[in-house]
């Protein structure tokens, strides 16, 4: 029975979940598996009121860990200068202005300081969780395989590049 159970978490670990919250509410949220027929085998049976409920659990369970995780890191953080955030949004506005002369150091400056978060990625025994949080309280999780390099630029590419132009720049757009 103990192997059945690690066959299953075995053929678990290669798909990749994507977690979209803002204000700790979830906006968006995938699974991506590795192969198209699992797709396929997804019994009509879970689409139904069972599934809705866990994944509302699961997604509670994943926030939770998140705010347990970012606690832990900054409470454990060498540098205590950043207690707040609004401390810190301010500084950064500071910095900007006073450190930066053209508008592609401001640009860059800008473009690094978008995450808020205090921690990039953690490991477990059977998966990898990379996070992305924003200065406007989007948080962007990949539950991806154990082994997988640390995937949190990409998440902030993604907040960049499509998110931002596609979604909150959009005039249609209205904040939940």
């Known amino acids: 029975m103990l192997h059945e159970k690690s066959a299953d978490v075995s053929e678990n670990s290669r798909d990749y979940y994507f977690y979209i919250f803002y204000k700790n509410q979830p906006i968006f949220n995938t699974c991506l598996k590795n192969n198209d027929q699992e797709k396929n085998k997804i019994d009509s049976k879970k689409l139904g009121r069972e599934n809705k409920e866990s994944k509302n659990e699961t997604e509670k369970l994943l926030l ?29 506005a500071k910095n900007i202005n006073v450190n930066t002369k053209t508008h592609e150091q401001n640009l ?12 990039n990625s953690f490991n477990t025994p059977l998966y990898k969780l990379h996070y992305f949080e924003t200065l406007t309280a989007y948080k962007f999780v990949l539950i991806t395989h154990k082994d997988m390099a640390n995937l949190s630029d990409f998440l902030k590419d993604i907040y960049k590049t499509i998110f931002l132009d596609l979604i909150i720049l959009n005039p249609l757009y209205q904040v939940i």
């Open 64 to 92: 939770g860990s998140i705010y347990a995780i970012n606690y832990l890191c900054f409470n454990i953080q060498p540098n205590k200068k950043l207690k707040n955030l609004y401390k810190l949004m301010d500084n950064g």
């Open 108 to 119: 860059l400056n800008t473009q690094n300081n978008l995450h808020v978060g205090n921690f």
